[in-house]
């Protein structure tokens, strides 16, 4: 069993940058993929990032790369979200989730978090 804890959102201007973290608690959480995944008011819940279990292997959705970075510090169980130059459409409530074997771009995943909100203002 893997609990999930989401921090770091809040409001930012376009051109701004947050960082997110994922807390999970668990003494295997080295052995799970992480993702994360975002979902704006009326819209289904989309795959953002995803990182392997030794973070060897790094996944991105199109509309995300080279401006955000995920990374794991798998000694203080933390998933983490670097997000540059944040653009409005980047608005939305960001999930965490954990899955055993590799990282899935789809929402299959075991665990999940309670969300952190984003909000990016023109």
């Known amino acids: 069993q893997v609990q999930l804890v989401e921090s770091g959102g809040g409001l930012v201007q376009a051109g701004g940058s947050l960082r997110l973290s994922c807390a999970a608690s668990?003494?295997?959480?080295?052995?799970?993929?992480m993702g994360w995944f975002r979902q704006a008011p009326g819209k289904e819940r989309e795959f953002v990032a995803g990182?392997?279990?030794?973070?060897?292997?790094?996944y991105y959705a199109d509309s995300v790369k080279g401006r955000f970075t995920i990374s794991r510090d798998n000694a203080k169980n933390t998933v983490y979200l670097q997000m540059n130059n944040l653009k409005p459409e980047d608005t939305a409530a960001y999930y965490c989730?954990?899955?055993?074997?590799?990282?899935?771009?789809?929402?299959?995943?075991?665990?999940w978090g309670q969300g952190t909100q984003v909000t990016v203002s023109p």
């Open positions: 668990g003494r295997t959480f080295s052995s799970y993929a």
């Open positions: 989730a954990a899955r055993s074997y590799g990282v899935v771009l789809s929402t299959d995943y075991a665990y």
């Open positions: 990182i392997s279990w030794s973070a060897g292997r790094t």
